[in-house]
């Protein structure tokens, strides 16, 4: 395992600091060079290289039963053990989640629906049950918000919006879009935040409009809109905090390409079996409504 490291490591330390450190003879470690590489060895040394690939292209944030699951997809044949301890052995760790601050503002004397949904996050067939929510992300520039509705079936975000203030047209134009995607039926369960964008007028008539049917979360909590909190958690673990936007615009392109390309596309989702939510859609009926003539 020594000689193993040092050959893997050794342009960047040198030898010889390394024979210090490890408290071995440069002789030794020249003679294990020679000797042929035994076929476990071999092994060993590729699966490392495609779990490192798959760690890195999991941004970091994937941990042994997901990276697993990633090289079984691509058929590599590999052990969760092994893998787990190929991990550890080489400090590839996910990154932990930070704290999540709450954005909404209830103190308002707007109605409030109740809580229908009841932390039901499961929903058999896509555009049952939509949930969403705002975050907020830094800036040089200053804040740029985020407004996302997300599909309980296959945790697809279906529709966002992002802008410099965090007003009811920001959350209106990530409905908007949601509906234009999507094109959901008469009966849908819209849940949110009591937040005062949530309950203004002009986002209830747009329930309305679409014969959504509105639920809340209660006052103070956030477990009830859990699977949205969830997403945003995994945006900032993933994107938002290993990166430095110096404008919105920076920002907007970034987090345009962790939605559309790499969270619904290529990430694995543990709630959904480590498929991706495009993949595990195209398992499921469509249940869109038809298109008008």
């Known amino acids: ?54 760690f890195r292209n999991g941004r970091g944030a994937y941990g042994s039963p997901r990276v697993f699951r990633a090289l079984q997809l691509q058929g590599i044949p590999c052990g969760k053990n092994m893998v787990a301890e190929l991990m550890r052995d080489n400090g590839l760790r996910a990154r932990t989640k930070r704290r999540f601050k709450a954005t909404t503002d209830s103190k308002h004397n707007l109605p409030v629906a ?52 965090m007003t009811r047209e920001l959350v209106a134009d990530a409905l908007v879009q949601a509906v234009g995607r999507r094109r959901p039926p008469a009966g849908l369960l819209h849940h949110s935040d009591r937040g005062s964008q949530y309950a203004s007028h002009d986002y209830q008539h747009l329930l309305r409009d679409h014969n959504m049917v509105c639920s809340m979360s209660r006052k103070g909590e ?3 809109n859990a699977c949205i909190e969830s997403f945003f958690h995994s ?29 619904s596309r290529q990430r694995l989702h543990s709630s959904l079996g480590y498929l991706m939510p495009t993949a595990f859609e195209q398992r499921t009926p469509d249940t869109r409504a038809p298109l008008a003539a």
């Not at 000689?3 to 003679?31: I, K, N, P, T």
């Not at 907007?252 to 390309?261: G, H, L, Q």
């Open 1 to 54: 395992m020594i000689f193993r490291f040092m050959e893997d490591h050794r342009s960047e330390f040198g030898v010889g600091l390394m024979c210090q450190a490890f408290e071995v003879s440069r002789s030794g470690y020249y003679a294990w060079r020679k000797r042929p590489e035994s076929r476990r060895a071999r092994r060993r040394r590729m699966l490392l290289k495609c779990v490192r690939d798959t």
């Open 114 to 165: 109740e809580n229908i949904l009841a932390r039901n996050f499961a929903a058999d067939a896509p555009n049952k049950s939509w949930v969403a929510d705002i975050t907020y992300v830094h800036t040089d520039e200053g804040w740029l918000y985020l407004a996302a509705v997300l599909d309980l079936h296959s945790r697809m975000i279906v529709g966002w919006a992002m802008d410099k203030t």
């Open 222 to 224: 956030c477990y009830d």
């Open 235 to 263: 945006l900032k673990v993933e994107l938002i905090y290993q990166t430095h936007y110096r404008t919105r615009s920076q920002a907007r392109k970034s987090i345009f390409e962790y939605i559309e390309v790499f969270y």
